[in-house]
């Protein structure tokens, strides 16, 4: 069966370091993946969107990785700030499917 | 302006009730979504129209039903509620029918007693 698994529940890191993400998927050939960012109580918010055909893609302090060998995406944000704390979620799709992994919980202690 | 909109933020109900939610979006966008997440946070998503025409429907029970009156607007319809519904749907479209970048509203918490 098709699942897509984001390496922790939760992941603390201290402000100014990199913090990383990934999503591991399985059974699954996504035309593109996207992660969004997901604060308490409110809806996804989309920060990037990487292509099969695309090995890395930036966007300010964010960089995202696909590796359609290893099946996964890293996520990283660079100089993390308290603010950065929140859930992000990777979400893969292909034509008329799209799916999206548990999410990592991610706080950044000052 | 607020993007995606949803109404209303919270609804609890009986079992057995009937209720909707209400979805707009000012985007232009041609194509929404629901999406229901559940207390483990996972995000599945139940509907998706494009152009007035449902072009996807998950495996969600028939008790569940997207109206669509025009290209801004998809409201879900949920017959003889359970106990199970409870959850936060969410409403999104996005530009383009094959998945780019969703746009998503502020979720409704149901509630179901």
């Known amino acids: 069966s098709q699942k897509i698994e984001q390496n922790s529940e939760a992941l603390n890191i201290q402000e100014g370091k990199t913090a990383t993400l990934t999503c591991n998927y399985t059974?699954?050939?996504?035309?593109?993946l996207q992660w969004y960012r997901q604060d308490p109580g409110r809806g996804p918010v989309f920060l990037l969107l990487?292509?099969?055909?695309?090995k890395e893609k930036r966007k300010e302090r964010l960089k995202v990785t696909f590796d359609t060998t290893l099946k996964q995406s890293l996520f990283h944000i660079t100089a993390s700030q308290p603010a950065d704390s929140a859930t992000y979620l990777c979400?893969?799709?292909?034509?008329?499917?799209?799916?999206f992994g548990a999410g990592t919980r991610l706080t950044v202690k000052p | 302006d607020t993007a995606v909109s949803q109404t209303p933020k919270y609804l609890v109900t009986q079992m057995g009730n009937d209720k909707s939610i209400k979805c707009e979006q000012n985007l232009g966008h041609d194509t929404m979504y629901w999406y229901k997440q559940d207390s483990k946070k996972f995000l599945k998503i139940m509907f998706s129209?494009?152009?007035?025409?449902?072009?996807i429907n998950e495996t969600v029970p028939n008790r569940f039903s997207p109206k669509s009156p025009d290209k801004a607007h998809l409201n879900l319809h949920i017959n003889s509620l359970e106990l199970g519904d409870s959850a936060v749907y969410f409403c999104?479209?996005?530009?383009?029918?094959?998945?780019?970048?969703?746009?998503f509203g502020p979720g409704t918490r149901l509630t179901v007693l």
């Open positions: 979400a893969l799709s292909n034509n008329n499917d799209m799916r």
């Open positions: 059974n699954y050939s996504p035309a593109y």
């Open positions: 990487i292509r099969e055909n695309e």
């Open positions: 999104a479209s996005s530009q383009v029918v094959d998945r780019g970048e969703q746009f």
């Open positions: 129209y494009n152009n007035k025409e449902l072009i």
